[in-house]
Structure formats: structure tokens, C-alpha cells
């Protein structure tokens, strides 16, 4: 079920008992290492995760329900079936029946996916989405699996989702699995930009022609200048893909970016900002230049520079 009307959405909202936060997904860097037998490729990615991103609630019902909203909430599948189905279904399904093998019961529920991320967009809005429903439903049936079940239940669903799962700042390698805190990677301030041009994940590694490069180095304590060292293997295959990607990294560059660099996939670019207060007035004058594109400012997880004084 789809919903436009804001009063739908806040009589929703009302109802709804329990509420969790799908965080995009921002990849700093992301490096491609080599490629397995198998057809996936091995990744290195510094991670870190939005303060905003699409909503999920999920309330009590007699049988279960799943309804949308939000600014991109037509572009999604309504069903959990085939390989390009909903997620969030998918999830629901997925933890119910490990639950259930365990003999743990998991009563029909209703959930309200608030999509307010860009699909296909590189920012893990359908993986985010994912995990949100997992721990959400975790909590909603007051249930836990083993981290290590859990994580593998992630991955089941999408590379992603193990390291949304976590929604914190990470090294992720392999294919997305293996994944390493990163405590001391700062809080950042960024404007995230999209040309609202969805782009396709295996299309990017096919047009990928260079799939044995340097992995990421050991870690600097300038975070900026370290992450500048950096790359995304994936952004000039994408660039090659969708000509907006050019145009989108030179309008947030031009605002006054530390660094301006493409996201996962594609084609979410976005400029790190020496302050949230700069960012939100970059984002006010990219709305002003293309309306009609996507432009959030955000803060990322992470530790908060002290201020001097």
C-alpha cells in the first residue's frame, strides 16, 4: 500500500509502537582489491552512516501488513518475491522463519517504510532499510539471535547489510562482510547530492576494467588529508555510465567541499564541509540551482571534535 496524503502518514506514525532509523550508508573511500572465483569482488570501504535516512514503523496487527511513504516511495517494489524484491519484506521473512525454527513465535506485523532515501542511489537505502527491519523486528518480537546468525542473515539479504546492521563507522573487506570498528574516525559534516538517476550495481563492475588495485593504507590521524589519499574504484566506471555524476560533483564541489567524492555505486556524490553550519548553506544553494535533484545536509556517527577555544 502506497501513501501520499501527510495525514495518512501521521495517523501512521501515531499508531505505530516502536520506531527504528534506516541511516545512509556513506562510503569515503572504497577500493577494489581483486575479484573471487565466484564473480564477486573483494572490496576495501571506510564506512560511516547519516544522522538521516528512511524510517520504519512497526505496530500491531492481525495480519501482516506493509505500507509506504515518503518522497520515493513509488519507486519500490511492493513485493518480497524475485531477486529485485522489496527488502524490508524479505527481512521480515527471513528473521521470522530463523525465529520460528527456534521456537520462537513472531505474530503478524505491521510496518510503515517512511522512504525518504533515493533508490539505487549508493547510499544503502534498500540495505539500510533491511536492517532497520531486523532490529526493529527483533525488538518488536522481543526476540535476539546470535551476532554471528545475525550477521549471516544480513548478508543472505545484500552485501550490505551486515555493515548497515551496524550503522557505525567501519573498515569493511572482503565482499562487505568482514567488518572493523573504526572509533576514532570523526564526525563529519557532509551535503549528500543525487541527479535522482538510479544506477545499477552490476552494470558499474561490469564497465570496472581495473580490478586488482592498492588496498587502503594504514590510517592517518588527519582524517581529511588521509581520506584525500584515498579513491573510490567505482566512480569512473559510474562517471562513464551517468554523465549527471559530473555535473552533480562539480556543483557541490563548487560550494566550498575539504573533499567532494562519489558514494558505493553511484550516483550519490557528496562534499565533506568544515562545518554543518557551511553544509546547510551549500545545500540551500544546490536546491536553489537544481530543485528538481536530491540535496540533504548531514552530520555522520562518529566523535565530535572538541571546539577550541
Not at 9 to 35: C, M, R, S, Y
Not at 89 to 106: N, P, Q, S, Y
Not at 248 to 272: K, Q, V
Request: aromatic share 6%; charged share 20%.
Amino acid at each position: 500500500m502506497f501513501l501520499d496524503n501527510p495525514s495518512s502518514d501521521k495517523w501512521l506514525a501515531d499508531k505505530a509502537g516502536l520506531f527504528e532509523l534506516a541511516p545512509a550508508k556513506i562510503n569515503l573511500a572504497l577500493h577494489v582489491t581483486g575479484q573471487r572465483a565466484d564473480g564477486y569482488h573483494r572490496l576495501e570501504s571506510i564506512v560511516t552512516f547519516a544522522d538521516t535516512g528512511d524510517r520504519l514503523c512497526f505496530s500491531e496487527t492481525e495480519a501482516d501488513d506493509f505500507s509506504v511513504s515518503g518522497r520515493f516511495a513509488s519507486l519500490l517494489p511492493a513485493s518480497p518475491e524475485g531477486k529485485r524484491g522489496n527488502l524490508v519484506l524479505k527481512a521480515r521473512d527471513l528473521l521470522r522463519t530463523a525465529l520460528e525454527d527456534k521456537g520462537v513465535l513472531a505474530p503478524p506485523v505491521a510496518i510503515h517504510l517512511e522512504k525518504n532515501l533515493p533508490v539505487a542511489a549508493g547510499i544503502g537505502g534498500g540495505s539500510a532499510d533491511a536492517a532497520a527491519a531486523l532490529r526493529g523486528l527483533m525488538r518488536f518480537w522481543n526476540a535476539s539471535l546470535p551476532d554471528g546468525e545475525l550477521a549471516a542473515l544480513g548478508l543472505s539479504l545484500g552485501a550490505d547489510v551486515p555493515m548497515c546492521l551496524k550503522s557505525e563507522a567501519l573498515m569493511a573487506r572482503g565482499i562487505g562482510e568482514e567488518l572493523t570498528a573504526l572509533p576514532d574516525l570523526p564526525s563529519l559534516s557532509l551535503v549528500l547530492g543525487n541527479p535522482l538517476v538510479g544506477v545499477s550495481t552490476p552494470d558499474i563492475f561490469l564497465r570496472l576494467t581495473q580490478k586488482e588495485n592498492a588496498a587502503i593504507g594504514p590510517f592517518d590521524s588527519d582524517w581529511i588529508g588521509f581520506l584525500k589519499t584515498l579513491r573510490n574504484d567505482l566512480e569512473p566506471p559510474a562517471r562513464s555510465l551517468v554523465r549527471e555524476i559530473d555535473q552533480i560533483s562539480s556543483l557541490i564541489g563548487a560550494e566550498g567541499t575539504m573533499l567532494t567524492r562519489m558514494s558505493g555505486s553511484g550516483a550519490t556524490c557528496f562534499g565533506i564541509f568544515p562545518s554543518f553550519e557551511a553544509a546547510e548553506k551549500a545545500m540551500e544553494s544546490l536546491n536553489g540551482q537544481k530543485p528538481e535533484w536530491y540535496f540533504q545536509a548531514v552530520r555522520t556517527v562518529g566523535q565530535v571534535p572538541e571546539k577550541t577555544q
